[in-house]
């Protein structure tokens, strides 16, 4: 381990991610249901101090296990409060931590060039990218399973002996974050590759159940005491969550989405690296397949084969068939093949370069003119030449909103990070620097610098409602009375219910369920087409509204009620 940290290419790896990611995971308002929902545990804990099953959107139990968001309320009580910034930061240490351990993993198995390569081509894959910079419990599950799988292999280079301790506390993190997946994962891909090792099966199986079972300890003291707070309601909850989710019988439909669905989401999750990819098909001669004696060669390979790449391919193949065989798919769940992954195409970009293959060059061409592309164009959209009637449409006042706010934006400390691609662009194009790869990896950080800095903060804020918070919370100040909620959907709908996430963190989690209480006065926030299919009946039962505010983005309107008696 020492000489990791006494390593040069450790540290310039380590500032590389760090100063790529972490000053701009506060830029971004939040705009999605996801992120102020998993936010908004962590400011209950910290403003209830119950730290096992807070409550919170009027009511609700959080579907996950509480360790992401301890971490949040952990960082959060330094500041003060729960931040978008804060609120990040345990997605973005544990991607960093992810991308040192591949760099460590590969640098002692390989070669100092295939270690950072690998943990770079992770590190700018579109989907861990988003992740580690996402208030989401998946990138910290990621983390922890990828370090445990490295551990547990570890573990088997010293001969299988002794308890792998580390990596039975990673995969504890890793239940605790979101359930037994942490700990089932881990030990069914290292059951496998020992199997295929040739270890004795039952040696395997109860090693590997055993290391499983001492994982599952931090959660199942974690269930009790929940259990005995949430009662059959947590319960039931927990069994849709985990047993239902996997064995497809949830009483509800959750990201159901067909066989083929992880392909897609893989292919699009490695952008821009599938890019490369697809260009060296072309640079490839293909031959007709012979299926003769393939199977003796397969398994001829599999004995032969050095056991980081056998063990590398039973991470992607084992997590992308287990992640296949549920209807709820999500395109996160994935990650874990992730790191593994860049493993092969850094084997397979090194290959090309060394035959004589141009298509890493060609793919940095096309970095660098995309590269040079990007300002120009938001150059083009500042001089205001581009028309609003461009946009039509439910969502017109979306873009056109984003529009303005690329036209408007620019901090002066921004301006570095807008013309640094282009700068880079033309240095390719100039100098046609020889070392493909690293070009590559030059070209595409600098484009997330430039995305992360400026391009996707400012068109996402424009979706976000954080600026109309204030104007809410004038027309219906907490100290005049308590502000409800009513969604159809969400109030119909089986599991999972919808609230209005971002506007419960905004306002401090202070909205409550108008379904469920049935209050007597006070506010409703409500959609507009809730309002045209629920008011009527509403009446019927006694209340009358009147009209204090609309939002247009979502069209959100908030009333002030009273209920008169029939």
């Given at each position: 381990m020492k000489k990791f940290f006494t390593n040069r290419v450790f540290w310039l790896l380590l500032i590389i991610c760090c100063l790529t990611l972490l000053p701009f995971i506060g830029l971004s308002?939040?705009?999605?249901?996801?992120?102020?929902?998993e936010s908004v545990v962590s400011y209950s804990m910290l403003a209830t101090d119950n730290w096992t099953l807070p409550r919170n959107n009027g009511g609700e139990m959080a579907y996950k296990p509480p360790f992401f968001h301890w971490c949040v309320a952990a960082v959060s009580a330094i500041r003060g409060k729960v931040t978008e910034a804060s609120?990040?930061?345990p997605s973005a240490?544990?991607?960093?931590?992810?991308?040192?351990?591949?760099?460590?993993?590969?640098?002692?198995?390989?070669n100092t060039e295939t270690a950072i390569v690998t943990a770079l081509v992770a590190f700018t894959s579109f989907e861990l990218h988003r992740a580690g910079a996402n208030c989401r419990v998946d990138m910290v599950l990621t983390a922890a399973t990828v370090c445990s799988l490295y551990l547990l292999f570890r573990w088997y280079e010293q001969g299988m002996k002794g308890i792998p301790l580390l990596a039975i506390i990673l995969m504890g993190l890793g239940t605790l974050t979101k359930g037994p997946v942490g700990s089932l994962i881990p030990c069914l891909v290292t059951g496998i590759f020992l199997l295929l090792r040739r270890v004795n099966f039952f040696k395997v199986f109860f090693l590997m159940f055993a290391w499983g079972l001492l994982s599952l300890i931090p959660y199942a003291l974690w269930f009790y005491f929940a259990w005995q707070q949430g009662g059959t309601e947590f319960l039931d909850l927990m069994y849709e969550e985990n047993i239902g989710r996997m064995t497809s019988t949830m009483g509800y439909e959750s990201c159901v989405e067909p066989w083929y669905y992880n392909f897609i989401t893989v292919i699009l999750g490695y952008i821009p690296w599938t890019l490369m990819l697809l260009i060296s098909l072309f640079s490839l001669t293909w031959k007709k397949p012979v299926l003769q004696g393939k199977w003796q060669q397969i398994t001829r390979w599999i004995r032969e084969t050095n056991p980081t790449t056998l063990f590398s391919l039973c991470a992607v193949i084992v997590i992308f068939v287990f992640y296949c065989i549920p209807q709820s798919k999500r395109s996160v769940y994935l990650m874990p093949i992730y790191p593994f992954l860049a493993f092969f195409i850094t084997r397979y970009m090194q290959w090309l370069t060394t035959t004589g293959k141009k298509a890493v060059h060609?793919?940095?061409?096309?970095?660098?003119?995309?590269?040079?592309?990007?300002?120009i164009c938001l150059f083009v959209v500042k001089t205001g030449i581009v028309p609003?009637?461009?946009?039509?449409?439910?969502?017109?006042?979306?873009?056109?909103a984003m529009l303005h706010h690329l036209e408007d934006g620019g901090a002066w400390w921004q301006w570095p990070l807008i013309i640094l691609p282009g700068i880079l662009g033309c240095w390719y194009w100039v100098k046609r620097p020889q070392h493909a790869i690293v070009t590559a990896l030059v070209l595409i950080i600098g484009l997330y610098l430039s995305l992360d800095g400026f391009y996707t903060p400012t068109v996402l804020n424009a979706k976000s409602i954080k600026g109309e918070i204030a104007a809410m919370e004038q027309v219906a100040p907490a100290s005049k009375g308590v502000l409800y909620e009513y969604i159809e959907y969400g109030v119909k709908a089986k599991g999972d219910p919808v609230h209005f996430f971002e506007v419960n963190f905004y306002m401090g989690n202070r909205i409550e369920s108008f379904h469920q209480q049935k209050p007597e006065k006070g506010f409703l926030l409500i959609l507009k087409s809730d309002v045209e299919r629920n008011f009527p009946e509403f009446q019927k039962e006694g209340y009358r509204f009147k009209q204090l505010y609309e939002e247009p983005k979502r069209e959100m309107q908030i009333y002030e009620f009273t209920k008169e008696s029939l």
């Open positions: 308002e939040y705009h999605t249901k996801g992120e102020p929902r609120s990040r930061l240490i544990a991607l960093i931590v992810m991308i040192m351990s591949t760099f460590a993993f590969y640098l002692r198995r390989k060609v793919f940095c061409g096309v970095l660098a003119t995309l590269s040079i592309v990007l300002p609003e009637d461009i946009f039509h449409g439910r969502h017109a006042t979306v873009n056109i």
